[in-house]
């Protein structure tokens, strides 16, 4: 376990920016304690400054997770948010789709979001852009990346996919024993 | 079929690969060269077409065994006519078979006709599985029974009947069917079936038998006794219990004696206990006894003697009283213990015959002593002691136990007798249950009813009598008693000096016990010496040596008692309560156990002294406690107590030596500096990310929404460390109520307030104007308000516009502090705390409110006072509901009773009116309004005070009312009340359950503003019916 480097901050925060952008702030400085991100096993983990100590006692092998799981490095040195990151991302969230109760399950399925199951979007959402989703009732139920501007949503069929799948909140049940 | 003596054989051969155009005659010619050729059979067998194949033939070969061989040897794979032969020995042929069988089935069924040989068939012979119940084939009446065994029918013949029953025993046999041989009965017990051999036993089969040496049986006596010892601990107890009973009819003093003598007899009567053991001990008790009557020397004695005086002067007196049976059967029993304790040498049989006499001498002489009266008595008795001795040793010469136990019962029960006599009452009732152990608890005076279970002679008959008749005159025995006592009294003297002695070694049972055994055993030396017999020499020493045992068993005896005086301490709590007892204890056993208490006392004093000593080092420790100590000083000496009070122990002290604060101090410095350094980092690390940051989103948007955040400080929560916490919503709903709540009231109190200004106003304004000048803001309002009510009214109003711009909390300060002026304008007293408020008033919002409450209810006193000096009060204080009603029910209810109002009122009003009409305007200010409005209009209503009066009532009403719609208004700010955190749909949810009651709440409220609609304006039209007819009246009178 150890703190991130430059580069990874970089990546880090750039990825995590895609969501919630400057919120990226109130994250490390918090007004309630002290927080930080800590890599360990190419895992980057948020934590307070209390379980940092005590996870600092529990030899690297041992520990398996502590704290919040953001995502992991992949090999290749990109990032890849994970689902546990949504507790995080949601309140912060700068785009944010709204999912028909239809396409809900399907999304937590882990398909990608098609026009159809739109609700509603976030306006000057670009493409790419990271997203939120949230049912219709403003649960957040994971995220994913824009495949088109609101403006190209609008004009699209409804087959097409809006939002490609990152996590949701039903990998909790299906990788629950990959998550950590 | 073999003939051996011919050696002819007879074969039946195959010849197969025979030719088809061979005929049997061929065969025969050929094989007749060999033997007899006979049943020769030729078959051919043939195809479909009807075409031979082949042919062979049998036939029988009767010959010599070699002619068979050669013609198998020529014949064998010869070839004749195309076809080669073949030779075989063919089988048997069916038909013979058959008939084999058939002549030895013949055979065993000429065996089964026979009945003598009733061979039971195999099972084997069944077919199939052997069931039970399966009849034997061929074989009529046998069946195979339970567990494959074969069974004959029987064909029986009942006892009774003519009937012939026929058993099937695969039914009925193994259910336990036995047919009874009735020769079998056994006429004699089982117990005559084995004998014994007339020879002597040797010692070992009479150990066998459970028969031991004499020698052997008295160790065995011994260990009884000591297995016995937990007894006679409980046997003293009772003793000692009933001692105290026995004092009952005594007096006092020699109650008193009785009790250091029950201590003696503690001894006693483990002697006595032996005695019912061991006659050896009966002896040692008895002598005891005697000697001690004849001297009189020693004062032990004396003392233990006096109780066994008290015993036969009993006897005496019954005798002389009664039949006087007792004394004899006393007696009695002494000669015989006498006589019986030599049993066990029975060489001193003739001895103790001897002592025997001496002991009656000696009893004659007590009897003498004691009783002069029944001398002639114990003559008579005397003859029939020597007689009942006589008997008893012709017994013991006869050697029968049976009879010695029960001469020893009958030597005992009169002890048990003398115990019984002093408890009467004690009846009966135990008798019944009397075992050989049961005698033993029998003699410790538990009433001498040994007796009745043992079919005794006649003495114990007599004793019967005499226990009963104790019993009827026990009343008589008190007063002769009594009467003898003089007698006695020598001896209580003697005893007195010695029983103080004892007294002071009471402290502990145990030990004067010990001391009586002491003394007791000096008695027995004294006696020793006087008799001066060699072989009484001997029976001393053995008894020395049973002493020794008693002592020892004395000793086992404390220490037990001792161990369970915790235990048993329910039935003799008031000896074995030890520690402790409270002078109601006391009180409770007084009189016969005050002995007992004077030990208790002193065992109370001993052990007071024990804890005393204990104390003085508790005292020491005490002290210690209170000293200061240097290493308990300071801020060390303070972590010091603190750990010496974790940890728990008070006997475990912490010194200075436990104190490392230096260390700990700088540990904590250390940590401190860690945790600093780790903070430093976490900062630095905070910083590096932050910059990363920067790069990442660009500085100026960074620097934007830092901004922002600091623009708009809104707290954004983390919704993993957020929990519900239900108290948090419900504080949060109290919240919410308070403000929902404040609004409504502080109007209240402001319309009172102006209510009570008005009207004080008024009353004070004959009083003075002085204490209004002191008041520099308020009186100028003041004199405003002089002036003309319209002018105030306009002033208040200007003042709360100019307030509205203010917070309204500002306002309702403003207007309370207004109030608060007037009030002390009233009262003619300057609060100068109410000035200070006055000037600070923004300062304490609180602070004021629970001022101006307190205030207001003096103000209310004040306005109560007044109302006796004025009736303008009265009617101020009538209106105060009425303001309160219009002041919750503003929008709806004012504008028209002011209407309604001003129709009968003056100009004054009117100029109010754009006041009311006024919506925009604060709460409060059109409260204001409304209230001034009301008290103009009370005010012109002056001349109509008693019009006023009559209307009070419905005002109260209104008053009580007032509570209903607050009541009313609180449940609808409840049900309106809704959690922010809602969503839209539970929103609607919500909306959805609470309108039905919001709807019903605001019908109610409805109606009942109508109802206090309609009341009012009927007063209205009172009011004015009444002005009518006044208005009439003058007309009228002007006219």
């Known amino acids: 376990m150890r703190p991130l480097t430059q580069e990874e901050t970089n990546t880090f925060f750039d990825k995590l920016s895609k969501y919630i952008g400057e919120n990226i702030k109130l994250l490390i400085d918090r007004q309630d304690g002290t927080y930080c991100f800590r890599l360990h096993k190419d895992r980057v983990y948020y934590m307070s400054e209390e379980q940092l100590k005590i996870g600092s006692s529990a030899a690297g092998e041992c520990l398996v997770s502590i704290g919040s799981c953001f995502g992991k490095f992949t090999k290749s040195g990109k990032f890849h948010l994970h689902i546990t990151a949504l507790d995080y991302l949601a309140p912060y969230a ?38 939120i989703v949230y049912n219709m009732n403003d649960l957040p139920l994971g995220f994913g990346v824009a495949a088109k501007s609101t403006l190209a949503c609008r004009n699209c069929d409804p087959m097409t996919i809006v939002v490609f799948h990152q996590a949701d909140t039903g990998q909790y049940i299906r990788e629950e024993d990959t998550l950590t | 079929m073999t003939d051996l003596d011919t050696g002819l054989v007879t074969k039946r051969l195959f010849i197969g690969g025979l030719s088809s155009d061979i005929a049997k005659d061929d065969l025969i010619e050929r094989f007749s060269k060999f033997g007899k050729v006979d049943n020769v059979k030729l078959t051919t067998r043939l195809d479909d077409q009807g075409v031979p194949v082949k042919s062979f033939a049998h036939l029988d070969l009767e010959g010599e065994q070699s002619k068979l061989k050669k013609c198998f040897d020529t014949y064998q794979n010869t070839k004749w006519k195309g076809s080669c032969l073949k ?127 004499v020698t052997q049986s008295v160790k065995k006596v011994k260990k009884h006794n000591s297995t016995m010892s937990p007894v006679p601990d409980s046997i003293c107890r009772n003793n000692l219990v009933q001692k105290q009973n026995i004092n009952m009819p005594m007096k006092p003093a020699y109650s008193a004696k009785n009790q250091s003598s029950s201590v003696l007899d503690i001894p006693e009567f483990k002697g006595l206990q032996m005695l019912s053991t061991y006659p050896v001990d009966l002896k040692l008790s008895l002598t005891e006894d005697s000697p001690s009557l004849d001297v009189p020397g020693t004062k032990l004695e004396n003392k233990s003697l006096t109780r066994h005086k008290n015993m036969p002067l009993k006897k005496n007196d019954f005798k002389s009283s009664s039949t006087g049976g007792i004394t004899t059967d006393f ?32 009893q004659n002489k007590r009897n003498l002593k004691v009783s002069p009266l029944g001398v002639g008595a114990q003559s008579e008795d005397n003859g029939n002691d020597s007689a009942d001795t006589e008997e008893i040793i012709a017994r013991h010469t006869k050697k029968c136990n049976l009879s010695m136990q029960s001469s020893l019962e009958n030597k005992l029960t009169p002890v048990a007798q003398c115990k019984a006599k002093p408890l009467p009452s004690r009846s009966l009732n135990s008798s019944l249950s009397d075992n050989s152990l049961y005698t033993s608890e029998c003699f410790t005076y538990s009433p001498g009813l040994s007796d009745y279970s043992l079919p005794n ?33 020598p001896s209580i003297v003697k005893a007195s ?42 029976n001393i020493k053995r008894l020395k040596a049973i002493r020794e045992t008693s002592k020892l068993k004395l000793k086992q005896q404390m220490v037990i008692q001792k ?47 024990k804890l005393f000593s204990s104390s003085s080092d508790s005292e020491s420790d005490y002290e210690e406690m209170f000293k200061s100590k240097p290493h308990f000083e300071g801020k060390k000496g303070e972590q ?29 410095k250390n940590h401190i500096n860690e945790k600093s350094s780790q903070d430093n980092d976490l900062e630095e690390e905070k910083a590096a990310s932050l910059r990363v940051l920067e790069n990442v989103i660009g500085k100026s948007n960074l620097d934007k929404f830092s901004e922002k955040l600091k623009r708009n400080t809104k707290y954004i929560i983390d919704m993993n460390t957020v929990r519900f916490d239900p108290t948090k919503v419900l504080a949060q709903k109290e919240v919410q109520t308070k403000q929902n709540l404040t609004p409504g009231k502080i109007p209240l109190t402001l319309t009172d307030r102006a209510n009570k200004k008005s009207s004080l106003f008024q009353v004070d304004m004959r009083k003075s104007n002085r204490e209004e000048e002191t008041n520099k803001t308020e009186s100028v309002t003041k004199q405003k308000q002089l002036e003309s009510t319209k002018v105030e009214t306009c002033t208040t109003e200007t003042k709360n516009k100019s307030k509205i711009s203010d917070p309204e909390s500002d306002t309702l300060l403003k207007t309370k502090d207004t109030s608060d002026n007037v009030k002390n304008a009233a009262k003619s007293r300057v609060d100068k705390s109410l000035l200070n408020l006055f000037i600070s008033k923004e300062s304490e919002k609180d602070e004021s409110n629970t001022q101006v409450f307190s205030l207001l209810d003096q103000f209310g006193n004040i306005s109560g006072d007044s109302s006796n000096e004025s009736d303008l009060d009265t ?150 019916f009444l002005k009518n007819v006044k208005n009439r009246n003058w007309r009228h009178i002007k006219k």
């Not at chain 2, 003495?459 to 026990?474: P, W």
């Not at chain 2, 002078?583 to 001993?606: A, H, N, Y």
């Not at chain 2, 604060?661 to 700088?666: F, H, I, K, L």
């Not at chain 2, 409840?974 to 309108?995: C, P, S």
Request: charged content about 35%; aromatic content about 6%; glycine content about 4%.
């Open chain 1, 94 to 131: 700068k785009h944010k789709v709204w999912l028909k109760s239809s396409a809900e399950q399907q999304f937590l399925y882990g398909h990608h979001i098609m026009k159809s199951g739109l609700g509603r979007i976030t306006e000057s959402t670009e493409q790419y852009q990271g997203v």
């Open chain 2, 87 to 213: 030779l075989q020995y063919a089988k048997e042929s069916f038909l013979d078979k058959l008939k084999k069988e058939r002549e030895k089935e013949d055979v065993p069924k000429k065996v089964d006709a026979s009945p003598a040989a009733v061979k039971p068939p195999d099972i084997s012979d069944i077919k199939g599985p052997a069931v039970p119940g399966t009849p034997l084939p061929g074989k009529t009446d046998w069946v195979v029974g339970k567990y494959g065994r074969v069974l004959p029918i029987m064909n029986l013949k009942k006892s009774n009947k003519l009937k012939v029953v026929k058993h099937d025993p695969s039914k009925l046999c193994h259910t336990a069917k036995i047919f009874k041989d009735e020769s079998l009965d056994l006429s004699a017990p089982c117990e005559k079936l084995t004998w014994e051999i007339d020879t002597p036993d040797s010692d070992i089969t009479k150990k066998r038998k459970g028969d031991f040496l």
């Open chain 2, 331 to 362: 007696k009695i029993c002494e000669n015989t213990s006498d006589s019986i304790s030599p049993t066990k040498t029975q060489q001193k049989e003739s001895n103790g015959s001897n002592s025997s006499p001496q002991n009656k001498t000696s």
């Open chain 2, 457 to 489: 002679t006649s003495l114990a008959n007599r004793t019967l009598e005499d226990s009963d008749l104790d019993s009827n005159d026990f009343e008589l025995v008190a007063k002769k008693l009594e009467q003898k006592e003089t007698v006695f009294k």
């Open chain 2, 497 to 538: 000096p010695m029983e103080t002695k004892a007294e002071q070694k009471v402290g502990q049972i145990s030990t004067t016990v010990k001391e009586n055994c002491e003394s007791v055993v000096k008695v027995m030396d004294c006696e020793i010496t006087e008799k001066k017999d060699k072989k009484a020499s001997d």
């Open chain 2, 563 to 609: 161990a369970l005086e915790h235990v048993d301490s329910k039935d003799f709590g008031s000896v074995n309560r030890t520690v402790f007892a409270s002078d109601s204890e006391e009180d409770v056993d007084d009189g016969p156990t005050k002995s007992f208490s004077e030990i208790k006392i002193s065992k109370k004093s001993k052990d007071t002294m």
């Open chain 2, 640 to 668: 010091l107590i603190k750990m010496e009070r974790n940890f728990g122990d008070s006997r475990f002290k912490l010194d200075a030596k436990f104190v490392d604060t230096d260390s700990e101090e700088e540990e904590e």
């Open chain 2, 875 to 1024: 009617k101020a204080q009538a209106i105060k509901p009425k303001a309160v009603l219009t002041g919750l029910f503003k929008n709806s209810q004012d504008p028209k009773t002011k209407t309604t109002k001003t129709s009968t009122n003056s100009a004054l009003n009117l100029s109010d009116q754009p006041g009311k009409g006024n919506n925009t305007m604060s709460d409060s200010e059109d409260l204001v309004n409304n209230t001034m409005s009301d008290l103009e209009d009370e005010m012109d209503d002056d001349d109509l005070s008693e019009e006023d009066s009559i209307s009070e009532p419905d005002d109260e009403k209104e008053v009580k009312k007032l509570g209903q719609y607050e009541e009313t208004d609180q449940a609808l700010i409840n049900a309106g009340r809704i959690d922010i955190r809602y969503t839209k749909e539970v929103w609607r949810k919500h909306w959805e359950e609470i309108r039905p009651t919001l709807v019903k709440l605001y019908k109610r409220k409805h109606k009942e503003a109508v109802k206090n609609k309609r009341v009012q304006n009927e007063r209205k039209r009172k009011q004015d």
